[in-house]
């Protein structure tokens, strides 16, 4: 990736100079591309559409760098808030999709207000960037630098170049590279004068709204009404006797405070004492700067937790249930849960509706999330319960398929019409089916895929289509 973007990007530079005239290169120096498109041979109407299609695929690419922003700082901005540093307004979720959306609006507004204020020129948002990304480099690697001593101890890696005197741990390395970064911050602030006014007021005017939120935040924090208290117990594995379940447990994963409707449907037709409920809370790691430690017990568990908990508890009183609570670590979710899900030997994983996916896309992210457990993969019952009371059934790894009545007769049938023909030799039905599963591994094997795969693309769109057709 490095040296495709290291190659094709000089490259735009060269033909530029070669085929955009001098005279007319100056009004593209800011889209070189569009201008290459523009002095191309060929008729106007020609060079006018291919101009469009570089500006389509230019809003493409650039529309996912956006995204990718407001991905990162809406990680950023939610450790913030678990740091205490912005309140837990912030951090609410969305009644139907879960998400931290008041962050979410607040990021985009400000990419909006940028645009807005720079009308655009790409010269200085390229300047606002490189303010942005030099101080950020420099700021990390001095975290980085004062980690080492504040939080000493054997790491996974570390820079090269570190010696050791009287005990003390001198990390050049890591030094130098601090040193290098600070230097081109420093010269960064000399050489883009309005970059650097924008980006020091900026940064400014956001350390005093974090001053200001961080103290009101000290004053409220211990305001936290009608919610019940939690003692964190912090083990280093999940297991069954760390969270008291018995194993066969009913696992059931909750993010929204506003659908926990999966919950209540668990607790209306569980038994006591017959099997166990765990309510489970995976915490994402949202993707953040490098170097940094894993979140500590209150940063797991923060307001938001404790909302989610406590509505969960209430639940399971109204019911005269017991229940058992959780909270994990987990860089994705489906991985978070699968493993949980193995550590407490859960029989069955209960999840409600997915606000982003269908149940079926859903169903399957899980089933790529358990096919990456490891060589020992239990068997897990799957439940997707939706808002109106449907429900999907799945089984998560090797189990007889669920055979309709067509089906099975057309196993029968074939199974009678080939028991004559190898007679006297014995004919089962699991041997019609091996038979064909063998036959379809075989065509794979010779090289035939494409075709193998087209004939079942089209068994699907005419199964589809009779679903969809009237009876």
């Avoid at 490891?374 to 939706?386: A, R, T, V, W, Y």
Wanted: with cysteine; hydrophobic share 45%; aromatic share 8%.
């Amino acid at each position: 990736m490095f040296i495709y973007s290291l190659v094709f990007t000089s490259l735009v530079s060269f033909f530029a100079v070669m085929i955009i005239p001098d005279d007319v290169r100056q009004g593209f120096l800011e889209n070189l591309i569009g201008g290459l498109a523009m002095n191309l041979q060929g008729p106007f109407l020609a060079r006018l559409i291919f101009h469009g299609f570089v500006v389509v695929v230019g809003t493409l690419i650039l529309a996912g760098a956006v995204n990718t922003a407001i991905v990162g700082s809406n990680g950023v901005l939610n450790r913030v808030s678990e740091d205490g540093v912005l309140s837990e307004w912030f951090r609410q979720p969305h009644k139907r999709f879960g998400t931290s959306y008041r962050i979410i609006n607040t990021v985009v507004g400000l990419q909006i207000i940028t645009i807005i204020i720079s009308h655009g020129d790409v010269t200085f948002l390229a300047n606002l960037y490189a303010f942005g990304v030099v101080w950020s480099f420099a700021m990390n690697g001095l975290a980085v630098l004062v980690l080492r001593y504040t939080s000493p101890g054997q790491r996974e890696f570390q820079v090269p170049l570190n010696f050791s005197f009287r005990g003390i741990q001198i990390p050049v390395g890591l030094g130098l590279i601090t040193l290098t970064l600070f230097l081109i911050a420093v010269v960064n602030l000399f050489t883009k004068p309005i970059a650097t006014m924008a980006g020091g007021a900026f940064s400014i005017l956001l350390y005093m709204v974090f001053t200001i939120s961080e103290r009101r935040a000290k004053r409220v924090g211990a305001a936290h009404v009608e919610m019940d208290q939690f003692n964190l117990e912090v083990e280093a594995e999940l297991t069954p006797e760390a969270v008291g379940v018995r194993p066969g447990n009913i696992l059931v994963p909750v993010s929204n405070i506003h659908a926990i409707y999966h919950l209540g449907n668990v607790l209306d037709r569980v038994k006591p004492g017959r099997r166990d409920v765990v309510v489970l809370h995976a915490r994402l790691l949202r993707r953040a700067a490098s170097g940094e430690y894993e979140l500590e017990a209150e940063q797991l568990f923060g307001g938001i937790e404790q909302q989610l908990f406590s509505r969960a508890l209430a639940m399971a009183e109204k019911r005269g249930k017991s229940i058992r609570l959780a909270i994990v670590a987990a860089n994705a979710l489906s991985e978070g849960i699968l493993r949980a899900a193995t550590s407490l030997q859960s029989s069955t994983i209960v999840l409600g509706r997915s606000s982003r996916e269908s149940t079926e896309e859903q169903a399957r992210l899980i089933g790529e999330a358990w096919e990456k457990l490891g060589d020992s993969k239990p068997q897990f019952n799957l439940e997707i319960h939706m808002p109106n009371g449907d429900k999907l059934y799945k089984v998560l790894g090797p189990h007889a398929p669920n055979l309709t009545a067509n089906e099975i007769n057309l196993l029968h049938r074939l199974w009678l019409r080939f028991s004559d023909s190898v007679a006297p030799r014995e004919l089962h039905h699991h041997d019609v089916v091996h038979f064909a599963l063998e036959e379809v591994k075989k065509e794979l094997e010779d090289g035939h895929e494409d075709d193998v795969v087209n004939r079942l693309c089209a068994h699907l769109q005419a199964n589809e289509t009779k679903r969809k057709s009237p009876s």
